[in-house]
């Protein structure tokens, strides 16, 4: 019986993976060793208990007696903080998911790969932070990453069986978001609830504003990059409204695999589930006829800020990546605090680079995860004082 951990399993990309795993059979098909979860105490306890779960282990310490008493009789563990994750990742399970969002995913994904496990990465700021320590890590230790976001699980997919040496160009797509049309003055403007509703995908609030801002394309450039290892110039990034080609790879004799597939995530969480295999994955089929047309577009830098910055970090790689990050998921709160405006998250992201290039120095590598988790929590001291500045300025 296959043994499966799920970090994150109360978000977005952990109730898809939970799903599969019950069409697959549940407790009776697999062995459910962690669960965990940040606050939604109810629903881990609700799906610990379901899938028989070694332990569940809640992100907040203050959730732990609610967590006990919601698992009382279960025979199921329950566990509370940050340490406690992390050593759940040290617990034996063949496939582990990395759905946590943000840069908290990076260290319970960091242990699993030390023990060689194979992990399906949906938490891409594991790769945008410490891309060449995760990628490194899972070397050393026989480990397999498996790409969960869709462009790269498409990527993934469309290199199957080819030679890398003779790819030329990689395109991952992007839908656009709310504001794909918008000009900058009304961009200026927009609120929370509009960054949030995402015309195609049903995500995470965070992911979806991220989205609206490209924010999360240029996590994907730069995933992209750190995955695969192809140099930034190689990397293009194309509009494409329907979300049904997720990339597309062009090799050097001009012929272009491109993966189409329903926007359903549980199309990638599938494929890395049964990976090297094909197994059954219930999303809808694909009706082309019925949707007419497919279009495309160039990305517009201008409304966009945020691929230009990607670009930047493509480029100086280093603790640059980590920076970036964790600017932007401070200027992402303050957004979604109602302090500073939705333009105003790509110029405190792009003011705290500046600051830090010239007080830390942001290109040269980790050695270490330390290195990381330092400069990550710098940058958020940094951009905090860039965002309270630029709300001072309103
Ligand atoms: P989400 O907000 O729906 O869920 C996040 C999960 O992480 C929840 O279980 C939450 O409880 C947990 N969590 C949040 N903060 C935590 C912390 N500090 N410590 C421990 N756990 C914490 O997010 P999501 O949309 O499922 O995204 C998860 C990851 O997958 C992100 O990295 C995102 O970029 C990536 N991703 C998501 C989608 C999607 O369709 N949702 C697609 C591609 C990639
Ligand atoms: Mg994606």
Redesign the pocket.
């Known amino acids: 019986m296959r043994s499966i951990s799920i970090?994150?399993?109360?978000?977005?990309?952990?109730e898809s993976t939970v799903d599969l795993i019950r069409r697959g059979g549940g407790a009776e098909a697999y062995r459910v060793v962690a669960l965990?979860?940040?606050?939604?105490v109810a629903r881990l306890a609700e799906m610990a208990r379901e899938l028989r779960a070694e332990v569940a282990v809640v992100?907040h310490e203050a959730e732990l007696p609610a967590l006990r008493d919601a698992l009382a009789g279960s025979g199921v563990e329950a566990a509370a903080g940050?340490a406690a994750?992390a050593e759940a990742a040290d617990r034996p399970a063949d496939w582990v998911m990395s759905?946590?969002?943000?840069a908290?995913?990076l260290v319970p994904g960091m242990r699993a790969l030390r023990h060689g496990r194979t992990l399906a990465l949906?938490?891409?700021?594991s790769l945008v932070t410490a891309g060449p320590l995760l990628m490194a890590t899972a070397r050393v230790h026989g480990a397999t990453i498996l790409p969960?976001?869709?462009e790269h699980s498409a990527v993934f997919q469309a290199l199957t069986g080819e030679d890398a040496g003779a790819v030329e160009r990689v395109i991952i797509t992007a839908s656009g978001g709310p504001f794909r049309d918008w000009p900058l003055e009304k961009l200026a403007e927009a609120t929370v609830a509009e960054a949030k509703a995402h015309p195609n995908?049903?995500?995470?609030?965070?992911?979806s504003i991220?989205s609206a801002s490209m924010f999360?394309k240029a996590?994907e450039l730069i995933e992209t990059r750190e995955f695969f290892g192809f140099p930034p110039e190689m990397i293009e990034v194309l509009v494409h409204p329907q979300s049904i080609v997720h990339a597309l790879v062009g090799f050097r004799d001009g012929g272009v695999m491109a993966h189409l597939g329903p926007a359903d995530?549980r199309h990638a969480i599938g494929f890395a589930l049964h990976w090297p295999e094909r197994g059954h994955v219930p999303v809808e089929r694909l009706d082309l006829a019925r949707l007419g047309s497919l279009t495309f577009a160039a990305p517009d830098a201008a409304r966009f800020p945020a691929l230009r910055l990607a670009r930047e970090v493509m480029e100086m790689r280093g603790l640059s990546g980590a920076a970036f990050n964790a600017a932007k998921e401070i200027a992402l709160d303050h957004f979604m605090e109602g302090e500073i405006g939705f333009l105003d998250m790509a110029a405190v992201v792009e003011e705290t680079l500046a600051r830090l290039a010239g007080e830390a120095g942001l290109g040269h590598s980790a050695t270490g995860l330390d290195d990381v988790l330092a400069m990550d929590h710098l940058a958020r001291v940094r951009a905090g004082e860039a965002a309270r500045k630029m709300k001072e300025g309103r």
């Open positions: 970090f994150g399993a109360t978000g977005s990309i952990g965990t979860g940040a606050r939604n992100a940050a994750i759905g946590i969002v943000g908290a995913g949906a938490n891409k700021e969960v976001d869709s995908w049903s995500m995470g609030s965070r992911i991220d999360n996590l995530m």
